[in-house]
């Protein structure tokens, strides 16, 4: 039996950390147009499409039989030959700046946040937040494992706090549906980035060893407590909102009061630092694996950009590439089909301990790419 550096719990809460961020606070927002049913319908949908592209990797993983990051899976099964090792370079850069754009939205908001509260001066604000989320990082995957836990258990103290406090308030969210397509689109594109937890599903399948059928689950109850939160999050500003604000918690603040404000501030800088925990070590991964580079020297390069770039004056050239960090996330999950299928052919292990069986056949994957075509769509479009 291989030794396991996860429990379950901690791998699911792995995939809660890497999931819970902004997306959650703008989905009310985007929800006021289609209702509260019409999320409801778009939500068990976008998870059956996450569930599946999330598990086709797990599945390449499991018929791989060795712990390796989704780059280095890209070269063995589908980009060889010298145009493919240069598309698998571009990808691997593309991936490398998509990440360093999200981590350092991840430290600037948070720091924002805690200067607005604390007083203190931005920069120490952001050097502080990079300590508590860079310094977790450097002890690896198990350190990484442990805080996530802690992490979860935070954030749905944080929304459990909210909820309660919205008992006895006047609901008014109204049941009937509405929007035209472009809005439901729009509304699923960020469901889907609300839940897209891809990059940590090495990291599971690693943590969780042999333990197939634990990975499978936590991958599927993280996508699952992450699709809870923010049902309840768009139940509680489309509810008690007088006006449902762009970040959803602002809002909720002016309806019941500072103490939300204060509570919904504190849960954002939990879901920044604990995706930055899940971003960052990802990364460094992927770092170690295509350069050959130490691990300290992977974590020192998956990390400390994310704080540099703030205080060189950078960010405003970054601030554009967060959008690439999408649209890469999401070429990335398109190569991931052609990939299942070159697995399932040739991949070492020919009869893994799970697999998706039926739910990987061809039509399922059509049914899957279509998933992804429409993510994107909708993502566009909410980009305009």
Same mark, same amino acid.
């Given at each position: 039996m291989t030794k396991h550096a996860l429990t379950r719990w901690e791998a699911t809460s792995l995939m809660v950390g890497a999931g819970v961020g902004a997306g959650i606070m703008a989905v009310p927002y985007l929800t006021q147009h289609v209702g509260l049913v019409g999320l @409801?319908?778009?939500?068990?949908?976008?998870?059956?499409?996450s569930a599946l592209i999330h598990l086709m990797l797990a599945e390449v993983l499991f018929r791989t039989g060795r712990d390796l990051q989704i780059?280095?899976? *890209?070269?063995?099964?589908?980009?060889?030959?010298?145009?493919?090792? @240069?598309?698998l370079w571009t990808?691997?850069?593309? *991936?490398?700046?998509?990440?360093?754009?999200n981590l350092a939205a991840y430290v600037s908001g948070a720091g924002e946040i805690v200067t607005s509260l604390t007083g203190l001066t931005p920069r120490?604000? $952001?050097?502080?937040?990079?300590?508590?989320?860079?310094?977790?990082?450097?002890?690896?995957?198990?350190?990484? #494992?442990v805080?996530?836990?802690?992490?979860?258990?935070?954030?749905?103290?944080?929304? @459990? @706090?909210?909820?309660?406090?919205?008992?006895?308030?006047?609901f008014h969210a109204s049941l009937a549906m509405g929007g035209s397509a472009t809005q439901w689109l729009i509304v699923y594109g960020m469901v889907m980035y609300a839940l897209w937890t891809f990059y940590s599903v090495p990291q599971v399948v690693?943590?969780?060893?042999?333990?197939?059928? #634990?990975a499978v689950n936590a991958i599927l109850i993280g996508l699952g407590i992450?699709?809870?939160?923010t049902a309840i999050v768009a139940l509680i500003a489309l509810g008690v909102s007088r006006t449902v604000t762009e970040v959803a918690i602002l809002g909720i603040a002016d309806a019941l009061g500072p103490w939300a404000g204060t509570v919904g501030s504190l849960f954002i800088i939990a879901a920044f630092i604990t995706s930055y925990w899940s971003v960052s070590l990802a990364l460094a991964d992927i770092l170690r694996e295509r350069t050959g580079i130490s691990a300290n020297i992977a974590w020192l390069l998956a990390t400390l950009p994310s704080l540099l770039v703030l205080w060189l004056g950078m960010w405003q050239f970054l601030e554009w590439l967060r959008l690439a960090a999408g649209a890469t996330a999401i070429v990335v999950a398109l190569i991931t089909i052609p990939m299942y299928r070159q697995a399932r052919r040739t991949?070492?292990?020919? $009869?893994?301990?799970?697999?998706?069986?039926?739910?990987?056949?061809?039509? *399922?994957?059509a049914v899957t790419l279509l998933a992804l075509v429409l993510m994107a769509a909708g993502s566009l479009i909410a980009v305009e």
């Open positions: @409801a319908l778009i939500l068990p949908v976008a998870w059956a499409a780059v280095e899976l *890209m070269r063995l099964y589908v980009l060889h030959g010298p145009l493919g090792t @240069a598309l990808v691997f850069s593309l *991936m490398s700046i998509a990440f360093l754009a120490l604000t $952001e050097f502080v937040i990079y300590l508590v989320s860079a310094s977790v990082v450097f002890f690896g995957l198990r350190a990484v #494992g805080a996530e836990r802690f992490g979860a258990l935070i954030l749905f103290g944080l929304v @459990a @706090a909210i909820a309660l406090g919205a008992i006895g308030r006047p690693q943590g969780l060893g042999d333990d197939r059928r #634990g992450n699709g809870l939160l991949g070492a292990v020919r $009869e893994p301990a799970w697999s998706l069986g039926k739910w990987g056949s061809p039509a *399922m994957l």
